[in-house]
């Protein structure tokens, strides 16, 4: 029997050419929509989901302790002295630091390659999963002088030779023997390196061990397992206070379950994050499987006198209602068969672009028996979910009525294909009012004044020898004409990567002592080389006032926060000891573009750990020539390095990288729900003048202009359309309200994205009917209306 059902419903599709291929188009684009967004869905939630010891890993967060009505904050980076007091408690089993992602340089041979890497604790490589190809995961890292290479970059310096064991001089001064090989890092993992030291080797722990008010290192903890977190969690809360009491800080235990989707805290709570963009694409690829069902339920219903005499005939011979519904059923399967397979083919040429997009690295595993058994499912939930409503439709048709020929289908004001078409033009005009509102939003952003001069600037990492060398590389930089301004940076200055609080100042609110300061540190020209605006006094210049090692500039947010009138002389305490401020620079973005900008520090030092060097290139010349002389320059003074220069302004547009790609996205589906809709429109328009031929003859015999013709069909479409504008708009806009409010710095929504979205919708459906109406209005009516 089953086989019967697919051989007549391949004859119906194989009959009505026009018409499967219509549906079979509009099922594939939502398929291929809803597989690539699913795709996307499964890569981030498994983000490191592979540990084996996933339940009991967890990461160490601090938070600002409560006082008065000032927020929490909260942050992921801790004191290097909290993991030997963690390791005291029997429910830690192992406790890994992990030092920020630093860039060494590699030379093997004639080979010079630079590649980003970790300084790790010893029990990082068997708290986590990432299984090491050659070596021992205890023992890799024994030595401070080993290290542990990726695949990779294995493959980068020794080429095909085994590497193992074998000597590699790092920085151009250590050399380390390599222990280790490890298994390239799988794409769903928020770990990001090429190779792993071990933290011991690194100078600067010995004395960050000292001090719990330098936060500087991400911990990870591995509890035994049966642990219960709440209660250890309230049993370590307050264990920076019991080693400093000066230190307003708490700590807190955050899953590795929740680290790439729960990552944001608002007041001490989690907030949400990442999950949110997920549920959004969830819902989107919902929305356009949904329209693509939607398609092919009022193509059916459409050919319902088409198809109202099989009905007919099959009921009078015996078939009940039940085997009807089998039928149709099996036709609307077959049908999301062949549009899966059509699928698969798209999805597959179209993953290059849809990663490069998502700045991801999906894939297909057609191996996977789970990834087979999800398609068929896919399939079969498609083509019910599409064929439903046609076959319980169309199997209930009175056989005395269609065969009597009294039978028409009915024509109403309401009716399922109108509600249909509506819901379809409600979803594709809600997704063009949060593209365009979305894009509106980065360019308001992008437009923002953010305080200084990214034009001409560029930054290179302070490496090798340039440390040593430093005022003689910055004299020959400027005599050369290259660059007009040099200076160093203790981080770079598009991001805000130190913190500090616990300050103190004059007759102070003891609430302020939790205040956050972000934190720069310079040896000179800080001000001069990054293009900022002075309200007052002057920037720090250790070679003149050599003082200044004591002297801090400060932003005007800090000026409105220590409440000075005349800020330039006064005092500040930070750790115990007096530092004059000597200057005030208008509020510059290092953060968020999105946010407002905070109090800023800018210290004078000569000892302070760099790692940025900035210059500004001379504009009187050209960009290529500039930078060629600069070159020539560092690998004067730094010979063993590539000259590794960013520019600025590029680096600050990657802030805008999370949005624009939301915002590409969302062009892309809408993109694709309008022209599913339009696929069921132009179905649904030649189907209508198909039934309409005698009356559009008629009335062409009586007289009938063609454009009265063309809006006779069209303002049906249109009218439905507006309908759709009318409900989307209230949607478009609660939606993307919501939205907004994660930004501080946000734009208002305006009359103008409804109306441009409307008009758009509106021209489309036009566009989308009146080709087929103008067809039907020029046909000749004598092949009409010559059986009347």
Sequence with gaps: MIKNYFKIAWRSLWKNKAFSSLNIAGLTIGMAGAILIFA??????SYDQFHANKADLYKLWNKSVKNGNNPIGCWDVTTAAVTPALQQFPEVKAVARVFWSTERLFNYGDKAITANGLDVEKPFLTMFSFPLLEGNSNHALDDIKNIVLTQQLAKKIFGNADPMDKLVRINDKDTYKVSGVMKDLPNNTQFDFEYLVSLAGNPLLKND???WNSNSYNTYVQLQPGTNVEQFDKKIENIILKHDTSIAEQVFLHPISKWRLYSDFENGKISGGKIETVRLMFVIACLILLIACINFMNMSTARSVKRAKEVGVRKVIGANRLALVKQFLTESILIAAIAGVFALIIVQSCLPAFNQLTDKQLFIDYSSPVLWSCIVGFILITGLLAGSYPAFFLSGFNPIKVLSGTFKSAVSFFSPRKLLVVIQFTVAIVLIIATLIIYKQIKYVQDRDNGYSRSDLVEHPVNGDISKNYEALKNELISSGAVTAVCKTSTSVTMDGSTTS???????????????????????????????????????????????????VINESTAKTIGFKNPIGQSIRAGGKPIMIVGVFKDFIIGSPYQPVGPMLVY????WWYSAINFRLNPNKPVSADLKLAETIFKKYNPAYPFQYKF??????????????????????????????????????TYMAESRSKEIGIRKVLGASVSSIIQLLTKEFVALVVIAIIIAVPIGWYAMNKWLLNYDYRIHISWTVFACSGLLAIVIAILTVSFQAGKAAIAKPVNSIKAE
């Design 648 to 685: 600025v302004d590029e680096i600050y547009n990657e802030k805008f990288h999370d949005e624009v790609r939301t915002g590409t996205l969302a062009a892309v589906f809408a993109s694709l729900t309008i022209i599913i809709s339009c696929l069921g429109l132009f179905g649904l328009a």
């Design 40 to 45: 996307w869905i499964q890569n981030e939630i």
């Design 502 to 552: 616990g300050l103190e100042w004059g007759d102070m609110d003891p609430s302020h002592k939790q205040v956050v300061f972000s934190q720069f540190a310079t040896t000179g020209d800080f001000v001069k080389t990054i293009g900022l605006k002075m309200v007052e006094g002057r920037d720090i210049n250790l070679v003149e006032y050599p003082a200044d090692t004591m002297s801090v």
């Design 209 to 211: 061990e000292k001090q």
């Design 604 to 607: 004078g030092s000569r000892t």
